[in-house]
């Protein structure tokens, strides 16, 4: 029975965080345990010392974990695309939609300029129509400007993608 070549890396990396998971939960409750040593119970969580003491675990726990997530995202060169709570949520744009659909903002765009030259060709009125299209040529290029730049950082991400599948 052959294993593959990078299961055992795999393997590692996620005991790896596996074991930093569970350490956090360990210093959270820790903290818990020996944050407010005082006999008076405080006035706010439901005046109780447990309460008040797994109130700060929790928090303990919440932030290193987020600060954790964070980090090991930086470490891999990607940032949090998806946030949900519960049902309600938010995602960033994949690039390559992103990308697409100014490509196909520009191609309708340069239809628009197509048919305003043919309207151009035979209007009475060449100053209006040549206003017109200087209108629509600036606006074009603005696109266009803002379509390159999306495609170069999804190229970028693709890059990336496959780099990290190496």
Known sequence: MASRPGATVTAMRERWLFLVVVGLLVGGLAVGLWVADGDAAPGYALASNLVYRIEIAAVVVGVAYLVLVMLRLGWRGETFTRFTVGPAGAEAPDSFESAAEDLDVLRDDVEMLAEELSSALVSPDVREAAARIAALG????????????KLRLAAADLRRTQAGRR
């Open 138 to 149: 600036h606006k074009i290029s603005g696109r266009a400007a803002a379509a390159s730049r």
